[in-house]
């Protein structure tokens, strides 16, 4: 008799929190402003693998950022945590006995994002330690030309699926090979009667002055630049009022080319004569045989890809994710392609359906990813339940109500600081996954709205509104 009534009041329990969570998810998807949307919704249990809520999880939509989770998971699992890029110092030629390299010095990237990085997790002075390695090797004059070796990537300049309005962008430079300070520029545009005049651009070598033209255009417009790939000769279009300053962070045209010509003009004031200028290994010939020098070792994944998930980096984001393609083929320029097909086979030998996703790059910028609410619990719940990396995975997912891009997502809710989550948002987008603990438990979500009307930032609180009464009923 206990054990019916047991059963019952349990019953009854587990019917109230379905109630619930059906009102709750129903009441959020008959919003006024997500009439026109589409809305995918997964919340899973992940002490047993049973879903606590769900509304159309199995349709694909645009992930934006919420793509870092696949890409940095993926890494995490096929590089491991403790992955370091590495970055060449090389020569090819002979060193004669009154210490001058006959021939040239190369600086071989591997498409670390965090040399001059703003964002780097512990800074480095990758110039001083080359200049220490090159003095201790005794050269005091070059013959040829130092050259910037960015060919572990595919040169063919920004991706080619991501929109127009975001190439050139402070917040999507084009990844390299061999990256510098976050391949980004600072110029400080002017205006007077003559009209607008770049007065000064940082960081700065003679032969990296970009020779830009601006155009003036109306009222409130944003500045964006527009360029053939690799070009040092941009285009401004913007608005700026007259006797007026402004700075903007754009993309830096030749990263490699840069950071060739400031090692340069480093050796140059440090003494030691270097007769050619500099140039890129795209550009010039590529000797196959050379001696290296020292190699620079950035920091290790998992703290690259805390700040990719953090601040998320798209940068940072696109060169893990271009990475990723030397684990089909380690000679050949990793492609975005490849990248693609790594992940989605390591995936699919995990029992995951990653042939019904898209991802084409790393960072969720591209419109033609398109990835469920399932699949991303999916991935979750295996970093999670399966993963040898489970706890250096959580580490690089921000805080909701605390840090990060979602450090007042779910601020002042019950789920505040118990939620761990990467942010995802577009133009009408707006998404969020990871995962919650509370109740005791811990679960993996994903939420994921497409095409809302209105204002984004109520759109938010309705979502955490939403999420916390799906939550606060499974008890």
């Not at 498409?111 to 005091?140: H, N, R, W």
């Not at 086979?345 to 042939?355: D, Q």
């Amino acid at each position: 008799m206990r054990k019916t009534i047991r059963n019952i009041i349990l019953s009854f329990t587990i019917t109230t929190s379905a109630t619930a969570q059906n009102a709750a998810i129903t009441n959020f998807v008959n919003s006024d402003n997500l009439t026109q949307a589409s809305v995918g919704f997964l919340v899973k249990d992940l002490t047993n693998g049973k879903v606590v809520a769900q509304y159309q999880e199995n349709t694909d939509r645009n992930p934006a950022s919420v793509t870092k989770i696949i890409t940095t998971a993926s890494a995490m699992e096929l590089l491991t945590d403790t992955f370091r890029f590495k970055t060449n110092v090389e020569y090819c030629g002979t060193i004669t006995e009154d210490s001058t390299l006959v021939g040239d010095l190369y600086i071989r990237g591997d498409g670390d994002p965090t040399l001059g990085s703003a964002y780097a997790p512990v800074t480095c002075d990758f110039f001083s330690e080359t200049l220490m390695a090159i003095q201790q090797k005794g050269i005091k004059r070059i013959t040829g030309h130092v050259v910037g070796d960015a060919t572990v990537f595919q040169e063919d300049g920004a991706p080619f699926h991501w929109l127009v309005e975001d190439i050139g962008s402070s917040y999507s430079p084009t990844p390299s090979g061999l990256n510098i300070n976050d391949n980004l520029l600072g110029i400080v545009l002017s205006s007077d009667s003559n009209g607008i005049s770049c007065t000064q651009c940082a960081p700065y070598t003679a032969l990296m002055q970009p020779k830009i033209e601006m155009t003036q255009e109306g009222k409130n417009v944003a500045w964006r630049m527009t360029k053939t790939d690799f070009s040092w000769t941009p285009t401004l279009r913007g608005n700026i009022p007259m006797d007026a300053k402004q700075f903007i962070k754009t993309e830096m045209p030749e990263p490699a080319l840069f950071l060739a010509d400031s090692i340069r003009n480093m050796l140059i004031l440090s003494g030691i004569e270097v007769e050619q200028e500099a140039t890129t290994a795209k550009w010039y010939k590529r000797d196959s045989i050379r001696d290296t020098i020292f190699t620079h070792q950035s920091n290790t994944l998992k703290e690259i890809e805390r700040v990719t998930n953090y601040k998320s980096n798209n940068l940072y984001a696109e060169c893990i994710f271009l990475t990723l393609s030397k684990i089909k083929d380690s000679l050949a320029p990793r492609v975005g392609w490849q990248s693609a097909n790594v992940i989605s086979k390591f995936w699919e030998g995990k029992g995951l359906e990653s042939k019904k996703v898209f991802q084409v790059d790393g960072s969720g910028l591209s419109m033609k990813n398109a990835i469920s609410p399932k699949f991303m619990v999916d991935v979750l719940s295996y970093m999670y339940t399966q993963s040898k990396y489970a706890k250096q995975f959580l580490y690089t997912l921000p805080t909701a109500g605390r840090n990060g891009t979602v450090a007042s997502f779910m601020k002042g809710t019950a789920l505040e600081g118990k939620a761990y989550v990467k942010s995802g948002s577009m133009e009408r987008v707006q998404n969020y996954a990871g995962y919650i603990n509370a109740n005791n438990k811990w679960y993996a979500f994903c939420i994921m709205v497409s095409n809302f009307t209105g204002v984004r930032k109520p759109l938010v609180k309705q979502i955490a509104t939403m999420i916390n009464q799906v939550i606060a009923a499974d008890k």
